[in-house]
Antibody, heavy 121, light 111 residues
Framework: QVTLRESGPALVKPTQTLTLTCSFSGFSLNTGGMCVSWIRQPPGKALEWLARIDWDDDKFYSTSLKTRLTISKDTSKNQVVLTMTNMDPVDTATYYC?????????????WGQGTLVTVSS | QSALTQPPSASGSPGQSVSISCTGTSSDVGGYNYVSWYQQHPGKAPKLIIYEVSERPSGVPDRFSGSKSGNTASLTVSGLQAEDEADYFCSSYAGSNNFDVFGGGTKLTVL
């Protein structure tokens, strides 16, 4: 059974750095073709792709946010970590991690429940 | 403004069919057969219902179908049921500089 769970602070102040952890089970990021993405959704708005890390440690970032994002993985812990620097109130959103597998190319087939991050002083 | 354009709302009566469009460009929808559709109920995580334009994951009813023509993809829900009332988002691969682009979402109402 594939599960993903996001964790991190619910509230951050402007200019602070956000660190989110995606803990997963039911698959391994050592397996060829497996990837984990981060996607966010501001309240009442559309989804926005942020970053992705692949089984071979390739990393990809949203063009508009790449200067602020870092994605990494710890395969021994089955975790993927996303950091976002210089947080702003417009970054208030629910942040999801999701899996991409060879079974459904370029599609996020399993998602975590999401974690709401509010940016406010 | 989202990269892909979807109608904000759609509706149909139980048993009817409804289609939702998703319009992009030759750099995303038109350039790759990697269009996905997600269903999202209020307060819940998105659920993959269509991938690679028209493929259904295991467990997704065949009432859900996808297609593409040029720069526009479509999701069709046949035999509408009350539980189909949700938000639907499309997404497309858009190259290695911006992997996933999403539509603004369509709220489907079952009348």
């Amino acid at each position: 059974q594939v599960t993903l769970r996001e964790s991190g602070p619910a509230l951050v102040k402007p200019t602070q750095t956000l660190t989110l952890t995606c803990s997963f089970s039911g698959f391994s990021l050592n397996t060829g073709g497996m990837c984990v993405s981060w996607i966010r959704q501001p309240p009442g708005k559309a989804l926005e792709w942020l970053a992705r890390i692949d089984w071979d440690d390739d990393k990809f970032y949203s063009t508009s946010l790449k200067t602020r994002l870092t994605i990494s993985k710890d395969t021994s812990k089955n975790q993927v970590v996303l950091t976002m620097t210089n947080m702003d109130p417009v970054d208030t959103a629910t942040y999801y991690c999701a899996r991409i597998s060879p079974n459904a190319a370029m599609a996020n087939d399993y998602w975590g429940q999401g974690t709401l991050v509010t940016v406010s002083s | 403004q989202s990269a892909l354009t979807q109608p904000p709302s759609a509706s149909g009566s139980p048993g009817q069919s409804v289609s939702i469009s998703c319009t992009g460009t030759s750099s995303d929808v038109g350039g790759y057969n990697y269009v996905s559709w997600y269903q999202q109920h209020p307060g819940k995580a998105p659920k993959l219902i269509i991938y690679e334009v028209s493929e259904r994951p295991s467990g997704v009813p065949d009432r859900f179908s996808g297609s593409k023509s040029g720069n526009t993809a479509s999701l069709t829900v046949s035999g509408l049921q009350a539980e189909d009332e949700a938000d639907y988002f499309c997404s497309s691969y858009a190259g290695s500089n911006n992997f996933d682009v999403f539509g603004g979402g369509t709220k489907l109402t079952v009348l």
